[in-house]
């Protein structure tokens, strides 16, 4: 198999026969290809030069849920979700209907400190992997993620309504349905100068492969954009090396 120069953790063989894809993270393997010889094959040889073991359809991949149907594949992380509910003691408290509030302005040493940093820090990592199958909390966790030095009591509540958000909908995901589109699309915004405390402005963007979300992100900026426009060029650059990337790993 070749390694994919883009990505070095995803191998691929292209013959007459059909494409196998296989993509690798430490000791977790998942293979695709439309060759069904050639894939049971490669299991064949796995199995004999390591100690592998062949957990069929996949279902379950890095707290990822993986559902297919005859409408496509629905992937989620409600398991890893209710995890976090559980952990937090969120699981019986009442949800609502937006992870921020959108009067709501975080600023650095908003009230007390906060008396775990720790587990500040440890809740937002595990919201950070969370975004892989949520983009609707993406710019809310973004946003809690400025605050990791020195939270406080004000960025803590802000958490906790993230939280209370997902109690809402754990098992929210993304489907990847079955169409003939293979156009790739992008769409870039950003705000200007919306953190309050640096004047900082905050870039967004989303990939579409036909009809399907594939890559996302929120993240503030790292300078200071004078006028708006600048803000929404740099904005477009984000999302240019991005569909650059992709383009180079699809090809």
Excluded at 110 to 122: A, I, K, L, M, V
Excluded at 193 to 199: I, N, Y
Aim: a positive charge; one cysteine or more.
């Amino acid at each position: 198999m070749t390694r994919n120069e883009a990505d070095h953790s995803v191998f691929y063989r292209h013959s007459t026969a059909g494409c196998i894809y296989l993509i690798v993270y430490v000791d977790d393997i998942v293979l695709t290809s439309n060759d069904h010889h050639g894939i049971s094959q490669i299991k064949q040889h796995l199995c004999h030069h390591f100690q592998t073991k062949d957990l069929g359809k996949l279902r379950y991949f890095l707290g990822i849920e993986v559902a297919q149907s005859t409408n496509g594949i629905v992937i989620s992380q409600r398991k890893y979700a209710l995890d976090i509910l559980e952990e937090t003691g969120l699981m019986n408290s009442k949800p609502v209907d937006t992870p921020m509030d959108p009067n709501a302005k975080l600023l650095p040493s908003q009230g007390e400190p906060f008396s775990d940093p720790e587990r500040y820090r440890r809740l937002v990592g595990k919201l950070n992997y969370l975004t892989v199958t949520r983009p609707d909390i993406s710019f809310a966790v973004s946003v809690v993620s400025q605050f990791l030095n020195s939270p406080c009591a004000g960025h803590w509540n802000a958490v906790i309504r993230i939280l209370k958000y997902i109690k809402s909908a754990p098992g929210k995901g993304l489907l990847y349905g079955y169409n003939n589109h293979t156009q790739v699309v992008g769409y870039s915004d950003a705000d200007w100068a919306g953190s309050p405390f640096d004047r900082r402005s905050t870039s967004g963007y989303c990939v579409f492969i036909g009809d399907n979300l594939i890559s996302w992100k929120s993240k503030k900026q790292n300078v200071v954009a004078r006028p708006s426009a600048e803000a929404e060029y740099r904005a477009m650059a984000s999302i240019t090396c991005e569909l650059i990337w992709l383009k180079q790993l699809l090809k």
